[in-house]
């Protein structure tokens, strides 16, 4: 899981603040993303530290602290979705306004009983033609190339829970 992201974004920032305020290089800051809290270098624990005007003690405590959580990733907009669904986060919680737009795109996708249902009765050939017909839909859709993306990867993931005000969605590959 990402938790230098998701550590930062609990605190207002993004990897490149951390970048123009301590010159520590976007790459190196991106190398971190994917590993454990132990693994994380000095340099980078630093630089967070003084870009949060924090001790890197008390960083590296919040990270370890955040990574016993497994907390749940939020989006508010398509483009914090994308990070998420990139990143392949476990939960993700989309609110606000946007989360209109998700559940209507979650509503047209298929649940895994239909989509299973599908395919048993279909001995496996409906599967392409589902796949010739998706990509069809996509050649002419009128939707922007960050739209067609994100309906693409959330494909990954299914419904846990929706509120008046929020969907909660869950990584499939966590059932298996």
């Known amino acids: 899981m990402n938790y230098l992201d998701l550590y930062l974004q609990k605190h207002n920032c993004k990897r490149y603040d951390v970048h123009k305020?301590?010159?520590?290089?976007?790459?190196?800051?991106s190398t971190h993303?994917?590993?454990?809290?132990?693994k994380y270098s000095?340099?980078?624990?630093?630089?967070i530290a003084d870009t949060l005007g924090k001790t890197p003690g008390d960083v590296l405590?919040?990270?370890?602290?955040?990574?016993?959580e497994k907390p749940i990733y939020?989006?508010?907009?398509?483009?914090?979705?994308?990070?998420?669904?990139?990143a392949?986060?476990?939960?993700?919680?989309?609110?606000g306004a946007y989360y209109k737009e998700v559940r209507k795109i979650m509503d047209s996708h298929l649940s895994e009983n239909e989509r299973l249902g599908v395919e048993l009765g279909g001995a496996g050939a409906i599967t392409l033609l589902i796949y010739a017909i998706d990509v069809?839909?996509?050649?002419?859709?009128?939707?922007?190339?960050?739209?067609?993306?994100?309906?693409?990867?959330?494909n990954l993931y299914k419904v846990e829970k929706i509120s008046d005000d929020s969907i909660l969605l869950r990584l499939k590959q966590l059932d298996y």
């Open 42 to 47: 000095n340099k980078v624990i630093i630089a």
């Open 74 to 86: 939020e989006a508010y907009n398509p483009d914090e979705l994308m990070v998420g669904l990139h």
């Open 61 to 68: 405590n919040e990270l370890l602290m955040l990574e016993k």
């Open 33 to 38: 993303t994917n590993k454990k809290i132990e």
């Open 88 to 95: 392949k986060y476990d939960q993700i919680l989309i609110r």
């Open 136 to 154: 069809v839909r996509d050649l002419f859709s009128n939707a922007d190339k960050l739209d067609k993306e994100i309906d693409k990867k959330l």
């Open 21 to 29: 305020k301590t010159g520590v290089s976007q790459q190196l800051l």
